[in-house]
Structures are given as structure tokens and as C-alpha cells.
């Protein structure tokens, strides 16, 4: 069974909108603090947001604060990511992280548990 499988993905214009989905399974739906990752054609992967169990302690990039709204529901074992106003330099693939008894955050280190990405790509 795939831990976590992301969802949601697709071509939108600049200043549209786009919600990423991720199930997750197993282990990585207990207990698990969960992000969001992207990587863009040519460029390391980086963080755009993160959430802990509880959904108390929240992190955004900063190019992604005011615009992008991570959010879970722990009974669905599902994590969300809401994309509002996307650029085009928002365009990559989204990965969806767990963080197994861990409390997220930015370093991809931390992370036991990846999704196989979805594509983003937002035209100008």
C-alpha cells in the first residue's frame, strides 16, 4: 500500500487557483506531522508548507505565504494544500511529505514517508 498518494494536480493561468490532495495509508496517516515539497525543472526540491498532528503549528515559505492555506483532516487521513493567485514560478511538481512522530518543518531530512508528485503548471 502507498503511503501517501497526492492528487489535484494541472494547468491553470496565472492568478488562478488549484487545491492539492494527499491520502495517506499506514503509518504515515499516524501520528505524522505532514508537508508539502515542490521541485521545478532544474532546481532542488524546496519547501512550500507544513502542518503538525495537532494542526496547531503551521509553516510557510515565504513565497508561498498569503497565498497557499495547508490544512488536514486527521479522520479522512487526508492533507490538503489550497493555491490562490499561482504564478507561473509556482510551476513544479508538488510532493506530500510525513513526518512520523515528527513535528514538520522545512528540511526534507526530517521527512520518513513521500508521495510520487503531482504536476503544477501555471501558464502566464
Known amino acids: 500500500q502507498v503511503p501517501l498518494v497526492e492528487s489535484g494536480g494541472g494547468l491553470v493561468q496565472a492568478g488562478g487557483s488549484l487545491t492539492l490532495s494527499c491520502a495517506a495509508s499506514g503509518r504515515a496517516s499516524r501520528n505524522s506531522a505532514m508537508g508539502w515539497f515542490r521541485q521545478a525543472p532544474d532546481k532542488e526540491r524546496e519547501f512550500v508548507a507544513a502542518m503538525d498532528w495537532s494542526g496547531i503549528r503551521i509553516k510557510y515559505a515565504d513565497s508561498v505565504k498569503g497565498r497557499f492555506t495547508i490544512s488536514r483532516d486527521n479522520g479522512k487521513n487526508t492533507l490538503s494544500l489550497q493555491m490562490n493567485n499561482l504564478k507561473p514560478e509556482d510551476t513544479a511538481v508538488y510532493y506530500c511529505?510525513?513526518?512520523?512522530?515528527?513535528?514538520?518543518?522545512?528540511?526534507?531530512?526530517?521527512?520518513?514517508?513521500w508521495g510520487q508528485g503531482t504536476q503544477v503548471t501555471v501558464s502566464s
Open positions: 511529505a510525513a513526518d512520523f512522530l515528527g513535528a514538520g518543518g522545512s528540511d526534507e531530512r526530517d521527512y520518513d514517508y
